[in-house]
């Protein structure tokens, strides 16, 4: 980096010299955006795609635990999303009534949850069964149903920190007596 050192409108040596770093870490700053979103880094792809079937504290084989907890929360949650939907409004109420369900956020959240739980317990009897079948664990490129999961995940954290926030902020003050397990559960 070259510096021109000499006095422009009263600026002194220090002042270029600033002006001189500040615009190379723009440079570099830029640099390293456009190689982050290069076209090739924005498709859905990872090194390791095991990672998205089995747990932190596992290798490549299959824990039968694994499998347990991620069929029990996709029961969990879908049996919840469907109790929220059948229970709104009253079990015996109008189904044009219950067609109001589809206009809370809070449902939405519920049911983003319940599908992206269940596609992720999908994954993971896919991989049992793949490791059944074949022996072998490793993935040379991640399957659709992997990266439809990587997809839904992130907008399913997103979301849920959304709506909690939301809710707490701006509809909670106004209510009483009623549970708020559905509106805050799911953002924790």
């Known amino acids: 980096m070259e510096t021109v050192v000499g006095y422009h409108n009263g600026a002194s040596e220090y002042q270029v010299h600033f002006y001189d770093v500040q615009v190379e870490r723009r440079r ?36 039968c635990l694994y499998l347990g907890y991620r069929i029990f929360w996709a029961l969990y949650f879908s049996m919840w999303a469907v109790w929220a939907w059948a229970g709104s409004m009253g079990y015996d109420a109008d189904f044009s009534v219950k067609g109001y369900f589809v206009l809370y956020m809070t449902n939405w959240g519920i049911w983003t949850l319940a599908v992206d739980t269940t596609i992720q317990a999908i994954n993971v009897v896919l991989h049992c069964k793949k490791i059944s079948e074949e022996g072998d664990a490793t993935y040379p490129s991640m399957t659709r149903l992997m990266k439809v999961s990587w997809i839904l995940s992130n907008i399913t954290g997103a979301l849920h920190i959304f709506i909690t926030s939301a809710y707490w902020i701006t509809v909670y003050p106004n209510r009483s007596g009623e549970s708020q397990t559905t509106e805050s559960f799911p953002g924790v």
């Not at 570099?28 to 076209?39: C, D, S």
Request: charged fraction near 20%; glycine fraction near 0%.
């Open 28 to 63: 570099l700053a830029l640099q390293r955006l456009q190689e982050e979103f290069r076209p090739e880094n924005l498709r859905l792809h990872h090194k390791t795609p095991h990672f998205f079937v089995s747990s932190q504290w596992q290798d490549h084989n299959m824990s």
